[in-house]
Nanobody
């Protein structure tokens, strides 16, 4: 059974930094593309950033490009999201998602097979 578990969420002041981690069980991240999405109540889940299986290429939403970094730690079977220069509008529940053997990072929710339960990130003004 595949399970993804996010951790590292919390409360941070605007301008601060926070790191999220996504750990997998039943799935080897080194063979997956992995992405981070976020969602606020009443809005669609939106793509934040992702990393491909092969080559480790990353891509980001315009709203976070230059502030957020996605990386992988294959030895720990985890994917990280480092968030810097946080803004109140970054407040959301953050989810990680994975798909096997894919060289692309879809920006739509439908493109991902596995999802975590999410972790809350709150950025205060």
């Amino acid at each position: 059974q595949v399970q993804l578990a996010e951790s590292g969420g919390g409360l941070v002041q605007a301008g601060g930094s926070l790191g999220l981690s996504c750990a997998a069980s039943g799935l080897t991240f080194s063979t997956c593309s992995v992405a981070w999405f976020r969602q606020v109540p009443g809005k669609e889940r939106e793509f934040v950033g992702g990393i491909t299986w092969s080559g480790g290429r990353t891509s980001y939403a315009d709203s976070v490009n230059g502030r957020f970094t996605v990386s992988r730690d294959n030895a720990k079977n985890t994917v990280l999201l480092q968030m810097n220069s946080l803004k109140p509008e970054d407040t959301a529940v953050y989810y990680c998602a994975a798909r096997r053997f894919s060289s692309v990072v879809p920006t739509t929710r439908a493109g991902w097979a596995y999802w975590g339960q999410g972790t809350q990130v709150t950025v205060s003004a």
